[in-house]
């Protein structure tokens, strides 16, 4: 089983639309999580941390189960430019390495 | 702020030669770098970390020898592929992590794309 696992997609949503994608996490001694978003053949860039309150960033909401050991990323009214990879990325307690998801592959169609 | 320099963005080589790839942390210093490769629809795999002024340290089934990883300064890191082959072609990418910053503080360079024919 991979550590991090995310559905591929790809997702094709309308312009404006709402889209939410998961990630589930099979080590719980993970401490830290984030989303990452890679444009084709471009370095991976970070949208943002996830905390264990959840947390929002504009049109963007992550939210972190760490029960379910799974993370969620909201994107409300989806635009031409939101279409991207998106990388589920976590980090262990006391080590500095990345762990990342396949990604999910967002196209958002006008 | 924080900016790691990747270069070549791409390089094309033949068979049996190799190939040199520098990240440099332009506007700090970055004690460790990460280089990973990932293949086309594939996630990114850790390759290696690499720590200024000591020997690298491998991730499993990564042949230390293949892929060279050199670390002189608190600003450079360079991953040499020797010996390329076809199966080698991939994108690589290397990261360095910047203390000052909030977000974590992880830093990209932009990759280089690696085609050995």
């Known amino acids: 089983r991979k550590e991090v696992e995310q559905d591929p997609g790809p997702f094709n949503v309308p312009e404006g639309a709402t889209v939410a994608f998961n990630c589930t996490y099979s080590?719980?001694?993970?401490?830290?999580f984030f989303w990452y978003r890679q444009d084709c053949r471009k370095e991976p860039k970070l949208l943002m941390s996830v905390y264990s309150s959840g947390n929002e960033d504009g049109r963007f909401t992550a939210q972190l189960n760490r029960a379910s050991q799974y993370i969620s990323l909201l994107i409300r009214d989806s635009k031409l430019s939101d279409s991207a990879t998106y990388l589920c990325v976590v980090n262990r307690v006391g080590n500095e390495k990345l762990t990342f998801g396949t990604g999910t592959r967002l196209t958002i169609i006008p | 702020g924080a900016v790691v320099s990747q270069h070549p963005s791409w390089v094309i080589c033949k068979s049996g030669t190799s190939v040199k790839i520098e990240c440099r942390s332009l506007d700090f210093q970055a004690t460790t770098m990460f280089w990973y490769r990932q293949f086309p629809k594939q996630s990114l795999m850790l390759m290696a970390t690499s720590n200024e002024g000591s020997k690298a340290t491998y991730e499993q089934g990564v042949e230390k020898d293949k892929f060279l990883i050199n670390h002189a300064s608190l600003t450079l890191s360079t991953l040499t592929v020797t010996s390329a082959h076809p199966e080698d072609s991939s994108f690589y990418i290397c990261s360095a992590r910047h203390l000052g910053r909030s977000d974590y503080g992880y830093t990209f360079g932009s990759g280089t794309r690696l085609t050995v024919v």
């Open positions: 080590n719980s001694a993970s401490q830290s």
